[in-house]
């Protein structure tokens, strides 16, 4: 007993096809719209959000007659903030100013819980901010947690002190951060010839850690070979 198929239809079979392709362009479409869309949806939230939370944090301290809050003006705090940081900064350089700042410091200097706290918070905002600095300049691999395992870290200076001492060649500090939250982690003390230095920008390696590796940067170092084999190539033509 033999059983005979239908032929297939071209007609269904050009309708199926039509029908696939314009649901995969459809579908190509709203992620491409979802692509454009989020980065930047996203920016403005966070950015709105940490806006709202200064002028929170500000109006309190604004009369009430003078709060921005009644005139419907967003973003007065956060202008507020930045103004009153610039004028301190300004009158800290003066004579005035720097003989107020030691006086601040020797009386934290006696206080015996908060002398510790106010040292090492000083000390970290001084060196991010520090236009000398070698903190978070340069990308680096190395073999961490073993041998054949590489991980990403930031060179955040050149040990020193105590540590320093235990050893007779040049040691760094190598901060390691955590995935995808990068205000955490681990740091680390290496000998210089042990760490290898990337072209990336700190940018962009601070990028591809919280991405978790999805947000890969080109590779800068082979740009200026493609450079001259394509002006080889030109030349050659």
């Known amino acids: 007993m033999s059983t005979d198929v239908p032929p297939s239809n071209p007609q269904d079979t050009e309708a199926e096809s039509l029908h696939m392709g314009l649901g995969g362009r459809l579908r190509a479409y709203f992620f491409a ?13 966070i950015a709105w959000q940490f806006i709202k939370f200064v002028d929170d944090q500000v109006s309190p301290l604004i009369p009430s007659h003078l709060n921005p809050e009644k005139w419907g003006i967003p973003g007065f705090g956060l202008l507020l903030m930045v103004v009153s940081l610039t004028l301190i900064g300004a009158l800290t350089a003066g004579f005035a100013g720097r003989l107020v700042v030691r006086l601040s410091d020797a009386v934290l200097a006696r206080m015996p819980v908060l002398r510790g706290i106010y040292s090492a918070v000083k000390q970290i905002f001084e060196t991010m901010l520090a236009q000398k600095a070698n903190a978070f300049r340069e990308v680096v691999l190395i073999e961490y947690p073993r041998a054949g395992i590489w991980t990403m870290g930031f060179i955040t200076g050149t040990t020193g002190g105590e540590v320093r001492a235990r050893f007779d060649e040049e040691m760094v500090n190598v901060f390691v951060p955590t995935t995808p939250n990068p205000t955490s982690g681990f740091l680390l003390f290496l000998r210089r010839r042990d760490v290898q230095v990337l072209d990336m920008s700190v940018e962009d390696g601070i990028k591809m850690v919280v991405s978790t590796g999805i947000v890969t940067p080109p590779d800068k170092s082979d740009q200026p070979e493609r450079s001259v084999l394509t002006a080889a190539s030109r030349s050659n033509r």
Request: glycine share 8%.
């Open 33 to 45: 719209g979802v692509l454009v869309t989020a980065p930047v949806a996203i920016t403005f939230f």
